[in-house]
């Protein structure tokens, strides 16, 4: 069996997707006892499984009604190469950052599962330069490249 922050994962994921309105509202507290753990356990699945990147936007209100909304977003290619050629632009795309893209865009079916392993693949052939700073400029680099032949061509 998963973790517990794969559980709480899912069942938000399962929520979206059976959710009419395109997103769902939910108060930490209810999750956290539906999971029996912390709501700061909630809280570290939202921020980091329920990211931009990964293509979600969470907004949150805090207080006596306050609730978590999450929803999927939907972007086209432009949309979601601008997002990317923007990370780039900040100078640098750590591992976690470029497969949350690259996952992102096989989810959106602008590239096959195929296609997502193979870049991924030359990315992890950068583990071997040592200077982080370097590695992660020159990572964003190649992603960027790569997205932009792929989707140029149809994908």
């Known amino acids: 069996m998963g973790t517990l922050a794969s559980s709480i994962e899912e069942y938000l994921k399962r929520l979206l ?3 009419a309105s395109g997103y769902i509202e939910i108060r930490r507290k209810e999750l956290s006892q539906k999971f029996q753990c912390v709501p700061s356990q909630v809280n570290y699945v939202l921020e980091t499984r329920f990211t931009l ?3 979600y936007l969470v907004e949150s209100k805090r207080g006596g009604k306050g609730f978590v909304r999450v929803k999927k977003i939907k972007i086209s290619e432009g949309g ?3 997002m990317l050629l923007e990370e780039i ?3 640098s795309m750590n591992k976690e950052r470029a497969r949350h893209f ?3 865009l096989n ?3 602008f590239i096959s599962y195929r296609e997502s392993k193979l870049m991924e693949s030359v990315l992890d052939g950068l583990d071997a330069v040592e200077n982080e700073i370097v590695r992660d400029f020159i990572r964003g680099r190649i992603l960027g490249k790569m997205i932009i032949v792929l989707l140029k061509h149809d994908v």
């Open 89 to 91: 632009s900040k100078g």
């Open 17 to 19: 997707a059976l959710s």
């Open 53 to 55: 990147e990964r293509g």
């Open 102 to 104: 690259i996952q992102r």
């Open 107 to 109: 989810e959106e079916k």
């Open 80 to 82: 979601l190469l601008s």
